[in-house]
């Protein structure tokens, strides 16, 4: 059994350290805590476990490039990375030796006291950067930085651990063979950057990314992206637009969470070029902030959702119609059209290259876990639940797109879709929704009467519009309902009919879908129309925006009271 994997070496000798007490354990490693006859300070010991399915020839390789780094990464000396006292191998396992620090690490911190305060962050995220920038000068790059490897002493200082499997960045940047990275190993998902996700070559701004997305963590208490799998992981960190952190937490100025995004930028080239440039840009943003919440109590604002609607510039194009990849015949069935021969491509290779880098992610260095810190805790920081009223009201109207064909008028926002071929979608660009609650009123005010006049919500969309799911209504007598996901092509879910849509009443309703993981349950008009859907398949959709949706050429649809409730 896994919870017991390591338990074995208990007792065990490895350069006359003896294996006291099991710490913690992973895919391939486990840290003891160790002490040496006659040597009163205690000290941690990793240890590499052989995995059963290891061919020899793989292990030898491992070893021998495991050793190369540890000795060239041992040379590495900043006050805020975790030295290595000591690495070898002894019957067969390879190990290193580090100091024993008692204040555990800071994933375990976070979910024993919440998130951090904007002040605490600040201090960690600069030492952490000196450490980055201190091991990028000296040509090593992390490949691993995530809240679960940084350690605490219990005094106010942080040390980025495991740069065991850290590997050599290549001086000159246009050596193309020299940064690619065939032998790396694949970091932590929740923390990949786009660039390690796809395979690609990697330099210092590789580690900016994953901290980016830990200072997302110590600001949130969790990461940007949730998944049911490492390849769906992958698939957001490449793809997806991380959420505001102004949703999330009243005291993040517009401001902090710029800094934030652009750390986070899907491309390598917009991101802060340094770990110290990052650091100097959220210092420098937390200082503001407290002039920017006396302005928004002075105004009387404390809704951040519209204090960034004053500044807010809708990126052009908002929208892109996508190729409808059906054709409906009687409004009952769907037929799908093959996927395009590009899609194909670029998911087949992207899925390959992920894959084979999974491979070697059961090799990398698992985090320490430690006993709780003996700082003083960080008082809790409430999250900031997130509702919203109605998300087509004048305030939020600069979020949606406007055009002949998205237009507002008489407190309704209409979309016609003008295209004999293409669905039009319009959405809410502001944020990023995992879990909730969300229902709008629709009125169909023109009907092509094709049996493709659906109408309805769009939501868990890629930024892109690369792949979402629609939960869409026929209107007239007998009503149908779809719930579709769009991923290069259709694939319906869930159909059937609408007694509630048989009234003469029935191009006005109400639509609501209530998202919790991949539980996805559909109301029109309060009423349930089915069980609860569960999307299980590789493609089910985590997180992405919401938006508004219609079908058919000539089919002109009106929305409103767009009711938007996050569950966490």
């Known amino acids: 059994m896994v919870a017991t994997r390591g338990q074995h070496l208990l007792g065990k000798v490895l350069d006359s350290w003896q294996l006291e007490k099991l710490l913690g354990y992973g895919g391939s490693s486990a840290v003891f805590l160790a002490q040496r006859e006659g040597v009163e300070r205690k000290v941690a010991i990793k240890v590499f476990l052989p995995r059963a399915n290891s061919d020899p020839q793989m292990l030898r390789d491992f070893h021998r490039r495991f050793l190369r780094e540890a000795e060239a990464t041992s040379e590495l000396d900043h006050p805020h990375i975790l030295p290595i006292h000591s690495y070898g191998e002894e019957d067969g396992f390879p190990y290193i030796i580090m100091p024993y620090l008692s204040g555990g690490t800071l994933a375990e911190y976070v979910k024993l006291n919440g998130p951090l305060s904007l002040e605490e962050t600040q201090r960690y995220l600069a030492q952490i950067s000196e450490a980055l920038d201190y091991a990028h000068e000296h040509g090593r790059i992390h490949c691993d930085v995530k809240p679960a490897n940084i350690l605490l002493d219990g005094e106010g200082n942080v040390f980025l651990s495991d740069f065991g499997i850290a590997r050599a960045m290549q001086i000159n940047p246009e050596d193309d063979q020299a940064t690619a990275i065939p032998e790396v190993l694949m970091g932590t998902p929740d923390y990949i950057s786009p660039e390690q996700a796809l395979g690609h070559a990697l330099d210092g701004r590789s580690d900016i990314y994953s901290l980016g997305v830990t200072l997302f963590f110590l600001l949130a208490g969790h990461p940007p992206f949730r998944a049911d799998s490492s390849i769906a992981m992958a ?334």
Do not use: M
């Not at 290259?353 to 003083?376: E, K, M, Y």
């Open 235 to 568: 698939l957001l960190h490449v793809h997806e637009a991380p959420p505001s952190l102004c949703f999330i937490r009243d005291d993040v100025s517009p401001d902090i969470d710029d800094v934030v995004q652009r750390a986070l930028g899907k491309q390598a080239a917009d991101r802060f070029q340094t770990a110290g440039e990052f650091s100097e840009a959220f210092t420098l943003a937390v200082a503001a902030a407290p002039e920017w919440q006396r302005e928004q109590q002075a105004s009387g604002n404390s809704d951040h959702l519209l204090g960034r609607v004053n500044n807010y510039k809708p990126a052009e194009p908002i929208i892109h119609v996508k190729q409808l990849q059906h054709y409906r015949s009687t409004g009952t069935g769907r037929n799908s059209r093959s996927r395009r021969r590009l899609v194909i491509a670029v998911l087949v290779v992207l899925l390959v290259v992920i894959g084979g880098l999974l491979l070697h992610n059961s090799l990398a260095l698992s985090s320490l876990v430690a006993r709780r810190p003996t700082a003083t805790p960080t008082p809790h920081i409430p999250l900031k639940p997130l509702v919203i009223e109605d998300a087509l009201a004048p305030q939020y109207q600069n979020f949606w797109p406007t055009s002949s064909t998205f237009v507002f008028t008489n407190g309704q926002y209409h979309i016609q879709n003008k295209s004999p071929q293409s669905v039009a979608l319009a959405f809410f660009d502001s944020h990023q929704f995992r879990d909730f609650r969300l229902s709008v009123t629709l009125n169909e005010v023109r009907g092509s009467h094709s049996g493709g006049d659906f109408s309805g919500l769009a939501f868990r969309s890629a930024t892109d519009q690369s792949h979402y799911y629609v939960f869409a209504v026929l209107s007239g007598n007998p009503g149908l309902y779809e719930f579709l996901r769009y991923d290069g092509q259709w694939q319906t879910l869930d159909s059937g009919n609408l007694l509630s849509l048989t009234t003469s009443n029935a191009q006005n309703v109400t639509l609501q879908v209530v998202a919790n993981g991949l539980q996805l349950a559909f109301y029109v008009n309060g009423q349930q129309v089915t069980a609860p859907v569960l999307d299980k398949s590789s493609l089910s959709l985590a997180t992405g925006q919401i938006g508004l949706y219609v079908e058919a050429q000539d089919t002109e649809a009106a929305f409103s009271h767009l009711r938007i409730e996050s569950l966490r």
